[in-house]
């Protein structure tokens, strides 16, 4: 039984995929999980990076407490330091494994995880960590990008190039880019009758200029400067000139005057019951 991530995180924590966390909310990232909370709930959110939507939903329950769980303990200061300035004493951030989660069985009425599992090993393993601190009549929900199902405008055969090398390098990273559509299989695997888990998508989507320019600006800073770049070349064989040209072709794109971009996520809510067992 998996007790330890063995995979690379991808992405790393460099200030180019920060950028991008740090704009995540409540409301652009868990919007399908909303209509379900009640104002005293116990929640987890696993893999929860800067904290930025673990501290929307702990406005969300001010008679009940969210825990942020991390495996980078250095990303936690900053999720701290984002509470504290809001006031909010109904959350605990903590570093630790989603493989193996430091919490009794039947810990919370919320588990939740957002963009974790396409990074991990064993995704079905960690939704059963999920499944097993969750109450009974409790959810478990998961956010996860499909990068397959990612489209674009104008077409920028660089970007179709960017996608190929994502794809290679999170594979053999140990990770699976395409989780979107693969993650209500997933949570049968884990244990979740069908009847049990229900399914969506929704997307984000850039088309103001300022929104192209941040996207594209930090995907080309990314792809030659965080932890993706450094495992292209060492994980996946890819070369320092092919990232160049990758983080070219975000920056060419970003300037066109019609540039869109849409980012597919697929999501499930499965509630905890005597069927799943």
Same mark, same amino acid.
């Given at each position: 039984?998996?007790?330890? #991530? $063995? ?12 950028? !991008? ?55 936690? +200061? ?8 809001? $006031? ?32 991990? @090993? ?13 109450? #009974? ?5 998961? @956010? ?31 990770? +699976? ?7 209500? !299989? ?13 399914? !969506? $998508? ?13 996207? !594209? ?15 292209? @070349? ?17 920056? +060419? ?13 697929? #999501? ?10």
């Amino acid at each position: 039984m998996t007790t330890k #991530e $063995s995979a690379t995180y991808t992405h790393g924590h460099h200030p180019s995929v920060l950028r !991008s966390h740090t704009w995540r909310t409540a409301a652009n990232s868990a919007a399908y999980l909303l209509p379900h909370l009640r104002p005293d709930m116990r929640i987890l959110d696993v893999g929860c990076g800067p904290g930025t939507i673990t501290v929307d939903l702990a406005r969300l329950i001010p008679d009940g407490h969210i825990t942020g769980l991390e495996l980078a303990p250095a990303v936690l +200061e900053q999720a701290r330091a984002l509470a504290a300035s809001n $006031s909010l004493t109904n959350i605990t951030f903590l570093s630790g494994d989603g493989n193996a989660l430091p919490f009794d069985e039947g810990s919370f009425d919320v588990v939740f995880c957002h963009q974790v599992l396409q990074h991990v @090993r064993d995704p079905v393993h960690i939704l059963r960590e999920m499944r097993r601190v969750t109450k #009974e009549g409790g959810l478990v929900a998961a @956010r996860e990008s499909d990068y397959a199902g990612f489209v674009w405008y104008p077409a920028t055969p660089g970007l179709d190039i960017w996608r190929e090398t994502y794809l290679k390098v999170t594979r053999a990273n140990g990770g +699976e880019p395409n989780a979107g559509r693969m993650v209500h !299989s997933w949570a049968r695997q884990a244990g979740f009758a069908r009847q049990e888990i229900k399914c !969506s $998508s929704s997307n984000w989507c850039y088309s103001t200029p300022e929104e192209v320019d941040w996207w !594209s600006g930090l995907w080309a800073e990314r792809t030659v400067a965080s932890e993706f770049g450094r495992t292209a @070349r060492e994980n996946a064989g890819v070369g320092g000139d092919e990232l160049e040209e990758i983080a070219r072709a975000w920056r +060419e794109w970003g300037v066109e005057e019609d540039a869109w971009f849409s980012v597919l996520s697929g #999501e499930v809510i499965c509630v905890k019951g005597e069927a799943g067992r």
